[in-house]
């Protein structure tokens, strides 16, 4: 029997709390949800992802900035994330281009680190 392309083994993307790897600052592995952190997308990253809206159009300002007070020195109420420096870095350059494409000012707490 002749094997139809539709057969063919479909695997979904990861998704953590809903959401996939696009809607995280720091993501070590796209394939491992659990090192994913600093969620700052809404659902519709889902769409964003498959090309049928702009990323921008998704980010969740509230999230965003808990995961900017995440990132910073002094963490959200004494609780910072926990990362290579490396990964923190690329999280605030993430981060930092959101509020630049919006044409916000990048937060103090974003600056130090980028």
Known sequence: MKKKLNDSVKTETPLKDGLPWQGFAIVPDKEDPAGWQLPHHNKEVKRAAAGKVGYEHTVDWPLLEKAVLLLSRYGDEG?????????????????????????????????VLI
Do not use: F, N, S, W
């Open 79 to 111: 609780k910072r994330v926990t990362a290579d420096p490396e990964l923190i870095m690329q999280g605030a350059r993430h981060l930092a281009g959101h509020y630049r494409k919006a044409g916000r000012c990048i937060p103090d707490a974003l600056c």
